[in-house]
T-cell receptor, first 118, second 113 residues
Framework: GAVVSQHPSRVICKSGTSVKIECRSLDFQATTMFWYRQFPKQSLMLMATSNEGSKATYEQGVEKDKFLINHASLTLSTLTVTSAHPEDSSFYIC??????????????FGPGTRLTVL | TQLLEQSPQFLSIQEGENLTVYCNSSSVFSSLQWYRQEPGEGPVLLVTVVTGGEVKKLKRLTFQFGDARKDSSLHITAAQPGDTGLYLCAGAYSGAGSYQLTFGKGTKLSVIP
């Protein structure tokens, strides 16, 4: 199997607060995890690539100081949205690549986290 | 920058009809994946194609990878209401020390009973 979980599934917070989202690979070790953002009726946009034990690589236009990513183990990555504002409201999805698999580049996705900033 | 053009963007058909979704790029991808996403959920991997000209079948779904590995198609035979969802193609390329995915904009399929 290749199950990825995310927590929380849904969060509502006030503007200016920080929110942490966890992404876990439940039955495999993940060398690399990815964080995506998806706006309504749009496709997934890659925010950052996270490798265990090293700093995340952010896509152009994504503020690394606002979206803090920590990948402390082969099964857990966290995304912290700092000083959240209403424009940060979105559907955040993580994915993970299996350790030791062939380079088919498959990613297994979590169920997503719906963030609403009031 | 790798871009994937996916078409059509929306598709509404009657149960039992056939349909094809296309995914095209000017870039060569090391592999290409097709995902299906339900509202409020993460994408679920349907298939990965790796070799140019490869054809894979998953029940009523047929996936094809172009000979040059720049395009792909998804064909659904005798569509069922349960096939309704957002279909995403994603091409894999090397970047940032790992393989990243470039997603198409998706095809929102509605199958009417």
């Amino acid at each position: 199997g290749a199950v990825v979980s995310q927590h929380p599934s849904r969060v509502i917070c006030k503007s200016g607060t920080s929110v942490k989202i966890e992404c876990r690979s439940l039955d495999f070790q993940a060398t690399t995890m990815f964080w995506y953002r998806q706006f309504p009726k749009q496709s997934l946009m890659l925010m950052a690539t996270s490798n265990e034990g090293s700093k995340a690589t952010y896509e152009q236009g994504v503020e690394k100081d606002k979206f803090l990513i920590n990948h402390a183990s082969l099964t857990l990555s966290t995304l912290t949205v700092t000083s959240a504002h209403p424009e940060d409201s979105s559907f955040y999805i993580c994915s993970a690549q299996k350790l030791g698999t062939r380079a088919y580049n498959e990613q297994f996705f979590g169920p997503g986290t719906r963030l609403t900033v009031l | 920058t790798q871009l994937l053009e996916q078409s059509p963007q929306f598709l509404s058909i009657q149960e039992g009809e056939n349909l094809t979704v296309y995914c095209n790029s000017s870039s060569v991808f090391s592999s290409l994946q097709w995902y299906r996403q339900e509202p409020g959920e993460g994408p679920v991997l349907l298939v990965t194609v790796v070799t140019g000209g490869e054809v894979k079948k998953l029940k009523r779904l047929t996936f094809q990878f172009g000979d040059a590995r720049k395009d792909s198609s998804l064909h659904i035979t005798a569509a069922q209401p349960g096939d309704t969802g957002l279909y995403l193609c994603a091409g894999a390329y090397s970047g940032a020390g790992s393989y990243q995915l470039t997603f198409g904009k998706g095809t929102k399929l509605s199958v009417i009973p």
